[in-house]
Nanobody, 123 residues
Framework: QVQLVESGGGLVQAGSSLRLSCAAS????????MGWFRQAPGKEREFVAA????????VYADSVKGRFTISRDNAKNMMLLQMNNLKPEDSAVYYC????????????????WGQGTQVTVSS
């Protein structure tokens, strides 16, 4: 069992930055690939970014590439999402998840999820 808790969301203006954190407990954090997803009202959950267990490889959705950076600190059981130059369309509940094996952008490939943190970007 893995427990995931997101934090760092908030209300910011367009062009601002936020850093989301995902704290993990339970099984050995460093054994698992991890990712971030987001869901806006009335929309399906969408992939944002993913990172391998070692942190050596990352992948991003085209919509956030160049603005968001995913990272992890296995010693602290923590994953981060640095979000720069935020846009109103980035507004959503952001979720961290763990467990993907072959499909980092496929939500069904993840088996543990956090409760989410709200990010709202005003224009």
């Amino acid at each position: 069992q893995v427990q995931l808790v997101e934090s760092g969301g908030g209300l910011v203006q367009a062009g601002s930055s936020l850093r989301l954190s995902c704290a993990a407990s339970g099984r050995t954090f460093g054994n698992y690939n991890m990712g971030w997803f987001r869901q806006a009202p009335g929309k399906e959950r969408e992939f944002v970014a993913a990172i391998t267990r070692s942190g050596g490889s990352t992948v991003y959705a085209d919509s956030v590439k160049g603005r968001f950076t995913i990272s992890r600190d296995n010693a602290k059981n923590m994953m981060l999402l640095q979000m720069n130059n935020l846009k109103p369309e980035d507004s959503a509940v952001y979720y961290c998840a763990t467990g993907w094996l072959t499909g980092p952008s496929n939500s069904s490939d993840y088996n543990y999820w956090g409760q989410g943190t709200q990010v709202t970007v005003s224009s």
